[in-house]
């Protein structure tokens, strides 16, 4: 059992490693999307994967070599994880980014948490309450108004069908978060990510063969620095910040922070890409905000009264 967080241990470092790594996710959608006019998507996702197993490798294979599979079962849990995320995820959002804004598609990232609640009320069979309920069908609603509020420009070729593939990509992040709780922690997160960068990999590699797929004819610093960043900034450095931050600040005062990604995601599209977006749409990322943060109050409070409960 993991031993309680203790106000020792909510150091600047790790809230500095909890807005690291929300910053490097919120900044991935805008990044994709400058690169993507150089690589193919699923070339992209195939390199992202590469890359991250490459570094991943020396370290999982020099301080984990003894870790061995528990269950026959684990490793169809651990294909279902790579399946969902990275391979779902990944490929989804690069398609998406072909055809929506970063903007766009980073504030679809506020759905995030409640598909996670929904995913596990589907398939875990856990309680969720009514408020949560229609909080959820409220920021669908305003993702609605968000993509219908913008109508097509140059860095939203068809946003209806770019949001819908974030959609999926967010899916994907759900049912990852959903399946990983069926390992109940058995074997170290770098070594999940390892297994999960592996298998991408593997899969992925024969899909670069297919005649749809484009390959790159001359080699670009710049794109390839994009990709190292995506690879091992995004893929593996916001995911070991963010897990370095968790295990050291309680989940209470962790989880709002994720309410910040959807925000970068709008910045950086903005900051970067010279994206814009209208009123209608500012008003459509506040009901999206709003509702989130209200589901994870009532989140919040149904938890507590299951503690009390537990307690009595």
């Not at 006019?37 to 197993?53: K, W």
């Not at 948490?113 to 309680?127: S, V």
Request: glycine share 6%; with cysteine; hydrophobic share 55%.
């Amino acid at each position: 059992m993991n031993a309680p967080v203790t106000p020792k241990q909510e150091t600047p470092l790790a809230w500095t490693a909890m807005f690291t790594g929300c910053f490097l996710w919120g900044s991935a959608l805008a990044v994709v999307k400058l690169v993507l006019d150089e690589y193919d998507p699923f070339f992209l996702v195939f390199c992202r994967m590469g890359i991250a197993f490459l570094v991943l490798t020396p370290i999982v294979l020099l301080t984990m070599r003894h870790i061995r599979i528990y269950r026959r079962k684990d490793l169809l849990l651990l294909f279902l994880l790579a399946c969902c995320d990275p391979i779902g995820f990944f490929t989804f959002e690069a398609l998406a980014m072909q055809y929506t804004s970063a903007s766009q598609a980073g504030m679809m990232w506020a759905l995030a948490p409640m598909l996670n609640l929904m995913a596990a009320w589907a398939i875990l069979k856990e309680r969720t309450t009514l408020p949560i309920i229609l909080c959820m069908i409220v920021a669908i609603g305003g993702v609605m108004l968000l993509t219908a509020a913008g109508g097509e420009s140059e860095s939203a070729s068809n946003p209806v069908l770019g949001n819908f593939l974030e959609l999926l990509s967010l899916c994907g992040a759900a049912a990852f978060v959903t399946i990983l709780r069926f390992l109940r922690g058995r074997y170290p997160a770098l070594f999940v990510v390892w297994v999960q960068c592996l298998i991408a990999t593997v899969v992925l590699a024969p899909v670069l063969s297919f005649d749809f797929v484009s390959l790159p004819q001359t080699f670009k610093l710049q794109p390839f620095l994009i990709l190292l960043y995506l690879s091992v900034g995004v893929s593996l450095g916001a995911q070991a910040a963010s897990a370095y931050a968790m295990a050291r600040i309680p989940i209470p005062k962790a989880a709002p922070f994720s309410n910040t990604i959807p925000v970068i995601g709008v910045l950086t599209g903005i900051v970067l890409l010279g994206e814009n977006l209208n009123s209608l749409q500012w008003f459509a990322c506040g009901i999206v905000l709003s509702a989130v943060l209200v589901s994870q109050y009532f989140q919040r409070k149904a938890t507590l009264r299951e503690a009390g409960a537990a307690v009595q």
